[in-house]
């Protein structure tokens, strides 16, 4: 288990979900979504989510 990740799912994308390879454009939306936090100090989404 030392190799397993463990993501936050406010920031998961669909391919993490589905077991699936990442792209590049699942990168940029996690970068995004972190930069947001960092700088607002408040998630980027707090309704519910599709994966709830």
């Keep these: 288990m030392a190799n ?3 993501l936050s799912l406010a920031y998961t994308t669909r391919e ?3 077991n699936q390879r990442p792209t590049g454009a ?3 939306y ?3 979504a972190a930069a947001y ?3 607002e ?10 994966h709830d």
Aim: no cysteine.
């Design 26 to 28: 699942s990168h940029i």
């Design 16 to 18: 993490h979900r589905n």
């Design 41 to 50: 100090r408040s998630p980027p989404f707090t309704g519910p989510y599709g």
């Design 4 to 6: 397993s990740k463990k």
């Design 37 to 39: 936090e960092l700088l």
């Design 30 to 32: 996690v970068l995004g």
